[in-house]
T-cell receptor
Framework: DGGITQSPKYLFRKEGQNVTLSCEQN?????MYWYRQDPGQGLRLIYY???????QKGDIAEGYSVSREKKESFPLTVTSAQKNPTAFYLC???????????FGPGTRLTVL | DQQVKQNSPSLSVQEGRISILNCDYT??????FLWYKKYPAEGPTFLIS?????DKNEDGRFTVFLNKSAKHLSLHIVPSQPGDSAVYFC???????????????FGQGTILTVHP
């Protein structure tokens, strides 16, 4: 059963802590993306990766880091440098066609 | 700089009537447009798309219209059903290479409520 998963669904973090959000796909897709959603705003691109061991900054990369050591996995670390980390984070896996953009279920991160 | 805008934060329609969701863009390099539907606490799901070489694409109850000269697209849902109630995002992409290959630029979303 192919798909894209994100974990955890809800995450709470204290200020000053780093936290890593997981994104895994078994769709054999090369391209993966991380977006952030805030109320009243569209999804904004944080980082993306078109191939293993390669990734690029998106529009709002400051305070975030990623790795792409395996095709299936694209974890996102929210560092303490991210000034406003509370948001809904969405991971996307994309196939060859633009219609093949599959979103994960999302992780809601709350900083306490 | 909001390159994709959905100026209506919300839309309320009666079941059976037409829902029209609008989206405007400013970047003339965009050549592919998508609509996504999103329920609370879930990821968006793909609904329908249109390439800039077309001005209309239809899939069942959903039709997307593209007016390139006005840099405007719209999603028509006919007839609207209560299960269509969700947030609808339009998204745009410039497929012709560049460093942002595959990147989607999203609008802010429109909350559609269909009343029984």
């Amino acid at each position: 059963d192919g798909g894209i998963t994100q974990s955890p669904k809800y995450l709470f973090r204290k200020e000053g802590q780093n936290v890593t959000l997981s994104c895994e796909q078994n769709l054999n897709h090369d391209a993966m993306y991380w977006y952030r959603q805030d109320p009243g705003q569209g999804l904004r691109l944080i980082y993306y990766s078109q191939i293993v061991n390669d990734f690029q900054k998106g529009d709002i990369a400051e305070g975030y880091s990623v790795s792409r050591e395996k095709k299936e996995s694209f974890p996102l670390t929210v560092t303490s440098a991210q000034k406003n980390p509370t948001a809904f984070y969405l991971c996307v896996s994309r196939g060859p066609s633009y219609n093949e953009q599959f979103f994960g279920p999302g992780t809601r991160l709350t900083v306490l | 700089d909001q390159q994709v805008k959905q100026n209506s934060p919300s839309l309320s329609v009666q079941e059976g009537r037409i829902s029209i969701l609008n989206c405007d863009y400013t970047n003339s390099m965009f050549d592919y447009f998508l609509w996504y539907k999103k329920y609370p606490a879930e990821g968006p799901t793909f609904l329908i798309s249109i390439s800039s070489i077309k001005d209309k694409n239809e899939d069942g109850r959903f039709t997307v219209f593209l007016n390139k000269s006005a840099k405007h697209l719209s999603l028509h849902i006919v007839p609207s059903q209560p299960g269509d109630s969700a947030v609808y995002f339009c998204a745009a992409s410039a497929r012709a290479g560049g460093t942002s290959y595959g990147k989607l630029t999203f609008g802010q979303g429109t909350i559609l409520t269909v009343h029984p």
